[in-house]
């Protein structure tokens, strides 16, 4: 059974100019301990995807309709105590800058055994045990020291793996990671996402890592949703969404991302840009910019579909007309 | 045209930027009365510490480095946003510093631009892009009247990319690619020789990204434009640079031709940062990230300031520090590599 | 074809203040005081400052809908046969005049000192908000006090418009002090931005940096308290015109009458304080709730 299940997720924003569909009905699943990537360029809802997850959308900003499922429980409609007991029990969060998610005034051991009593019946004694041994496991030198240090003392990176001690104090199955590198030095980045991907695995916790960075996801994953304009447009294990991708936006970014291992005169660009929020085109979003594009494509939007399967490997899902049409089935 | 430019091969084969032990010192000090009640004692930041490098006509050098390392103050020193507090620079074989005192500054800030990281602070919000644009065709005198102004705006904002209608805008009505486009015009505008780019992509996505690298690119073989490119990012750097130097700690500790430095780095410090670049290909390979962090600038280690981190340092690494020295055709500031002990 | 008022009224601020019932009530109050103030000449039924027009015989008539009151003075009259709607009508015009006059004169010494010790940095910083720390240690009552007595004991002869001149001086001289440090805190944040640097490497002067780039950027939060001030500022100069040390006597503001009115208070004849003073309570809520809405509007985190 799916740890996560959303369908159909809607997000709307009512401003004085009309009501803003920022989600326009987003569907994934995770499986328990997998880890799925989110990738998707700025303003195409990733970050709001997770937010609704975790139940922190905020006003204007509703879920209009949808559901998300958690271990067979709707969670989309539960009022903010209900939510809080899920959050940090069942779901766990970590941000993008670590300097502002962690409270200044107090130590890093006040903030962990604050959210592990909240969740879990312990002692301050055992409490506090739990946390230095969560310390431990992200690599932080003299634990038991520096549980009582505040976090201005810590450097960026040993930030970054408090927060995660903190996501995954009171045991979550799931954890959802918006942007958790984004804002740290390269050799930092890779320390970091090697400790998310090993300390998950071993406590068997899924990941939904939201990002922008292909080279993360691609380190990391074991499947990525890429998204445009609140939308889903491919989703499938890495290595074949990298290399194989069917859509062509996904085409289209691999593509543009500069190569380590290859020369190339001029990068791959998409012409144009992602449209706003109030422009967004009829039939498919990506069809203004798309060089395959049909003329299906400008009437009607393309559901997310079962796309090709290779051996061993887990189905992957496209929403586009080309993938779908009978006569372009030969080519995949 | 100057004669001087005529003459024949020396002045043109000669590099047009050459730094020569550049240096900046901040003083980061608690104000005087805390120090005197405290007893805190002054704090001198050390953000760029002796770099030299030569930049030929034509050619882009791109500096690589993580937080801290200087590049962006180096970038800064090279517009003559700051002074050094030590060495200077030549360009097109005269003294930069000397003739930003001068009478005669505006002459060689005509010919040296700069683009910047944040594409939403780099513009004025409440100017409109053509005020914005214009602004250098003012101040150098470039132009005649109000006719002339629009159709140099006009030509500019079509060479990279945007249309004409589009100078009677203000920024916030573009996106952040567009507007990273519009600093390119109007750094641009004084036809300058050279550009000092700093991380100009890093806040864009990845598809403007590539939209804006290329245009700069083509913008390079069109007008023989020469860059000084600071980024963080090693596949872009890779992409449009001909030279890399990598800066840590205020220090260029490698400085070679983009070839040699992918396929052959020296550097132990070089080595760890292409080595933690995650990979698209061969994915879910088991990398060994080196450990540590960038030590405080403010508190630097001792003799070569990377041995803390480093798997080849040795005693001589932790009292001397290294100099940039010639290896096989590149510059490498590390004893392992000089003593030929790295593997 | 779209006419100025319709194109403001489709911005954002234009549309939050259709939405805010207080700021448009508020906006139409202030605008007949000033309509008032302004048209005073055309719009009063009498002068009653003309000593002439004068009928001592009408003195201390209540208003009209009271006994004893005509329809001739709506308001009543005070001691003098001075028509009590008339007065305030000037009355506000003058309130308003030096109101909005110690408002223009702080913002010009707040603004520009803000934008040089943020601009400029250093020691000259650090002792303009020295300054500030001092000017704010002081009450602006005592302050505007202070200066005035210290005008009439220099210029015992001097006429009406030097009187003003003091009072104007006065009031502005406390009131700069919130605009310098608004102005210089932003002007910190904004000499960071790259579009300041990047007209530094153009080689653009400093103070043309200063003015045409910085300046306008600033601007934002001084309107705000510059709306906020000017209820201020009325309510400062009605409390020294009431002190017997704001305006000359000749050319009384709501203040005055307040105070000229206080002496009839308890012998009944209320209407010749009460009302002047329900004026300038009128004047500065409405002027005080524009200005909260304005803050409002313009604060983008609030959109």
Known sequence: MSLLQVKNLVVEFSSRHGVLRALDGISFDIAPGEILGVVGESGAGKSLTGASIIGLLEPPGRIASGEIVLQGQRIDQLNNDQMRSIRGRKIGAIFQDPLTSLNPLYSVGKQLVETIQAHLPLSDAEARQRAIGLLEDTGIPAAAERIDHFPHQFSGGMRQRVVIALALAAEPQLIVADEPTTALDVSIQAQIISLLKNICKQRGAAVMLITHDMGVIAETCDRVAVMYAGRIVEVGPVQQVIHKPAHPYTAGLMASIPDMAVDRERLNQIDGAMPRLNAIPKGCAFNPRCPQVLERCRHERPELIQGVQLQNQLPTQVACWLTSTPQTEGRL | ?343 | MANPISRWLNTDVGYSFQQSKTAMAAALIAFVFIFCAVFAQWIAPYDPFDAASLELTDSRLPPAWAEEGSLKYLLGTDDQGRDILSALMYGTRISLVVGLASVLLSILVGVGLGLVAGFRGGWLDAVLMRLCDVMLSFPAILVALLIAGVGRALFPQADDSLAFGVLIISISLTGWVQYARTVRGTTLVERQKEYVQAARVTGVAPMRIMFRHVLPNVLGPVLVLATIQVATAIITEATLSFLGVGVPPTSPSLGTLIRIGNDFLFSGEWWITIFPGVTLVLIALSVNLLGDWLRDALNPRLR
Request: aromatic share 6%.
């Open chain 2, 1 to 343: 045209m100057s004669a001087e430019k005529k003459s024949p091969a020396s002045t043109v084969d000669q590099p047009l930027v050459v730094a020569h032990d550049l240096a900046k010192t901040f003083d980061v000090s608690a104000t005087w009365l805390s120090r005197v009640i405290e007893g805190k004692p002054r704090q001198l930041l050390k953000a760029v510490d002796g770099v030299s490098f030569e930049i030929e006509r034509g050619k882009t050098l791109a500096l690589v480095g993580e937080s801290g390392c200087g590049k962006s103050t180096v970038a800064r020193l090279l517009v003559g946003l700051y002074e050094p507090t030590r060495g200077g620079f030549q360009f097109d074989g005269k003294d930069a510093y000397a003739a930003f005192k001068s009478n005669d500054a505006k002459a060689m800030r005509k010919r040296i631009q700069m683009i910047f990281q944040d594409p939403y602070a780099s513009l004025n919000p409440r100017w409109t892009v053509e005020a914005i644009v214009g602004e250098p065709l003012h101040e150098h005198g470039l132009i005649q009247n109000e006719q002339d102004l629009k159709e140099r705006v006009a030509e500019l904002l079509q060479s990279v990319g945007l249309s004409a209608l589009d100078m009677v805008k203000f920024p916030h009505q573009f996106s952040g690619g567009q507007r990273q486009r519009i600093s390119i015009a109007r750094a641009l505008a004084s036809a300058p020789e050279f550009l000092v780019c700093d991380e100009p992509t890093s806040a864009l996505d990845v598809s403007v990204q590539a939209q804006v690298l290329n245009i700069m690119k083509d913008l390079q073989r069109k007008r023989g434009l020469t860059y000084l490119f600071i980024s963080h990012n090693l596949a872009v750097v890779r992409h449009v640079s001909d030279n890399v130097g990598v800066m840590y700690l205020g220090q260029l500790v490698e400085l070679a031709d983009k070839h040699s430095l992918f396929r052959n780095p020296q550097h132990p410090y070089t080595r760890m940062l292409l080595d933690a670049i995650p990979k698209m290909k061969d994915t879910g390979r088991a990398r060994t990230p080196v450990q540590g962090e960038v030590p405080n600038p403010l508190n630097p280690p001792t003799g070569c300031s990377f041995h803390p981190r480093c798997p080849l340092a040795n005693e001589r690494c932790k009292t001397e520090r290294p100099v940039l020295k010639s290896l096989h055709g590149i510059k490498v500031a590390c004893h392992a590599s000089e003593e030929g002990r790295h593997e």
